[in-house]
């Protein structure tokens, strides 16, 4: 009786490890995504500072867990046309990836960056090009911050199909609009480094870059006034189940939302939620194979993002106006605004940028007599803006005028 005992004993301990394991959820495993690097080629970047870049980007990558089942990168050049230098499934190591990196030329050309980002989400998504389906996608992109085309739509689809965002600048980017490209938030996912001090950040870099790519649970990312991402790790897949995800305000619980999504799922987006409000997440994995416990979250939306107000037209001048408005306040301030003016008749407009902290400038250079549009934006972390636009007219000032003619018959002198 006593092997028979032994191995019931056996059995009945192996049952138990496999049901506490069940409750545990898969185990955690080596973090898997896809990483992009996207590299200023463009002639608008020095030779030297190019290789220094390069040199950098190598540095990153080499200790980077790369691998076939693991991270995978690949490197894309903006130029006058996109380039990719290596595809996610050429390279299967942090080594082989460094020397890629290493071996690429510049390319030269305009900085048609709108053009490239919109080329990398094809990248990012497409299976042809190494790329994975469920796993996290991460862009790194290292610029001296100028560009030749609209990078804001192609940036912004980006991040709504839940790619995170890294920026690094070499110093001469604009801080708003590079602030409201980058992930949130722009203190985690932007640095402003010389170009000859990257290896600074690259340790930091490389350790945001493993988090992003290995969400151990359910966290929310692009949390605005009215919406946030969710993302998690894969817990289960197309065949073994699905997730039901509960939405509800902490406040109003019985006002919950509910949403179905399939087993290979790893991420969704809620909009139209209130601003300032607490909202309760609960994932809950069905399925039939194991038993994976439900995880939940509590998310802060951010407070309302109000644009400015009340646009004052002063001190109008032929040739100049100041223009002034009430500011975006309170915790959802504005990073800073820029002011666009242009004829109301046509013409070409012009745009002037206001930190934050100032709510007026003077419009210079202006047409005497003249009826402008003036429109205020107001420039948010979250990537929004906001804005009202106001009329502005310039006085007719002192203009030459032919002098009138003489009333007739009075021979042009006094009699």
């Known amino acids: 009786m006593l092997p028979w005992t032994a191995l019931s004993l056996a059995l009945s301990l192996r049952l138990a490890l496999a049901r506490s394991g069940a409750e545990r959820g898969p185990p955690a495993s080596a973090p898997q995504g896809d990483l992009l690097f996207l590299l200023d080629s463009s002639a608008s970047v020095s030779h030297y500072e190019f290789s220094r870049v390069r040199e950098f980007l190598g540095q990153l990558a ?18 006058s046309w996109p380039h990719t230098e290596f595809p996610f499934n050429q390279h299967s190591s942090g080594a082989a990836v460094q020397d890629a990196i290493r071996a690429a030329t510049q390319r030269m050309g305009d900085t048609n960056t709108g053009l490239a980002l919109a080329y990398a989400k094809e990248q990012l998504f497409a299976e042809e090009a190494g790329a994975r389906p469920g796993v996290p996608k991460v862009l790194v992109w290292v610029t001296d911050g100028g560009s030749s085309d609209p990078m804001g739509p192609p940036m912004q689809e980006l991040k709504d199909l839940g790619v995170t965002i890294f920026i690094v600048s070499t110093g ?4 708003l609009e590079l602030s409201a490209a980058a992930s949130a938030p722009a203190e985690k996912h932007l640095h402003f480094v010389d170009v000859d001090d990257l290896h600074i950040i690259a340790q930091e870099l490389r350790g945001s870059i493993l988090d992003a790519m290995q969400p151990q649970r359910l966290h929310a ?3 605005t006034s009215s919406g946030f991402r969710l993302a998690w790790p894969p817990l289960l897949t197309a065949d073994s189940g699905y997730y039901v995800l509960e939405l509800a305000p902490s406040a109003k619980p019985v006002t919950a939302r509910r949403q179905q999504l399939p087993g290979n799922t790893t991420g969704w987006a809620w909009t139209g939620l209130d601003p300032d409000t ?20 509590r998310v802060r939306t951010l407070p ?9 037209i002063s ?14 306040l309170g915790p959802a301030a504005a990073l800073g605004y820029h002011v666009q003016f242009g004829p109301l008749r ?16 003077t419009l210079q250079g202006l047409a005497p007599g003249t009826a402008y549009l003036v429109t205020v934006t107001a420039a948010f972390r979250s990537g929004r803006e906001r804005a009202l636009s106001a009329k502005a007219c310039t006085p007719d000032g002192e203009r030459s005028r032919a002098p009138r003619p003489p009333p007739p018959g009075s021979g042009g002198r006094e009699p």
Do not use: C, F, K
């Not at 001469?172 to 801080?175: A, F, H, I, M, S």
């Not at 309760?280 to 416990?293: K, M, Q, Y």
């Not at 309302?304 to 004052?312: C, F, K, Y």
């Open 346 to 361: 046509g013409g070409a407009a012009q745009r002037v940028e206001v930190p934050a902290g100032r709510n007026s400038t």
């Open 62 to 79: 080499a200790p980077l867990p790369l691998g076939p089942e693991a991270l995978r990168a690949s490197l894309v050049h903006v130029g």
């Open 315 to 328: 001190h109008a001048r032929p040739r100049s106006l100041r223009v002034s408005w009430a500011p975006a």
């Open 304 to 312: 309302e993002e109000a644009g400015p107000e009340r646009i004052v």
């Open 278 to 297: 607490d909202y309760d997440v609960a994932l809950v994995p069905e399925s039939n194979v194991r038993l994976v416990r439900p995880q939940h979250l």
């Open 221 to 223: 990312s692009e949390v």
């Open 172 to 175: 001469r980017g604009n801080l």
